[in-house]
């Protein structure tokens, strides 16, 4: 039996209203011991640090810089970016989370593309995207140790990701690490009027980790 199926409990830690619902960012663990230390402010953006027995869990939530290729089509853009370090062996599941929640009839479809996984929610107004990098982003970070084991290469490719997509937001299940490893993984999220060309393809190719990393301030 996965270790995912037990029920989770739920912390939400960020949201962000747009014209067709709210945008939550957040996730899902078994511990009942969780800290919440913050937010703390970095350059672009501010960040929030979760304590719990067996992960320190970094989100910095900011706002992404326009770019004159896509500003003109966006109205608004926003960004995650989670940073889990494991602080002991223990198998103890935890699942990341971003997805858009509404009271409106909204239609949603997947909008994936060149080392993208998104979805799209929209109605005869607007458009929103949230999106992520596909496995084989993931597999080749890992490749290089760069904020995923390559232990976890084998794991990922084109069709194999630790993210799935549902009909409302994305959901990522850490793999299992060890004590010492880390698992970093980006959310980026933007809207803009249902008229402007698709604005989801530059949302993970356009804006791999390690340039977020460098926009936030991390190193």
């Not at 706002?63 to 198998?91: F, M, Q």
Request: aromatic content about 10%; some cysteine; proline content about 5%.
């Amino acid at each position: 039996m996965s270790m995912y199926k037990k029920q989770l409990n739920t912390i939400i830690l960020h949201r962000f209203p747009t014209p067709l619902g709210t945008v939550s960012c957040g996730f899902k663990a078994d511990s009942a011991v969780v800290e919440v230390l913050g937010p703390y402010n970095q350059p672009n953006g501010y960040c929030t640090l979760t304590i719990m027995p067996n992960y320190k869990v970094e989100s910095i939530n900011f706002k992404l810089p326009a770019g004159d290729d896509y500003k003109e089509h966006n109205t608004a853009s926003h960004g995650w970016l989670w940073r889990i370090e494991k602080l002991t062996d223990v198998v103890d599941p935890v699942e990341l989370y971003c997805k858009i929640s509404t009271q409106r009839k909204i239609n949603y479809g997947a909008a994936c593309g060149e080392a993208l996984d998104a979805i799209e929610a929209y109605d005869d107004e607007w458009s929103l995207n949230i999106g992520t990098e596909d496995g084989e982003a993931m597999r080749n970070r890992g490749m290089n140790s760069d904020g995923m084991p390559e232990r976890l290469k084998d794991q990922l490719d084109f069709h194999k990701s630790f993210t799935i997509l549902k009909r409302t937001g994305l959901y990522t299940k850490v793999p299992h690490l060890n004590k010492g490893e880390h698992f970093h993984i980006h959310y980026l999220m933007a809207y803009g009027k249902r008229s402007a060309e698709d604005i989801s393809t530059w949302l993970a190719v356009d804006t791999p980790k390690r340039k977020l990393e460098n926009w936030v301030g991390v190193w």
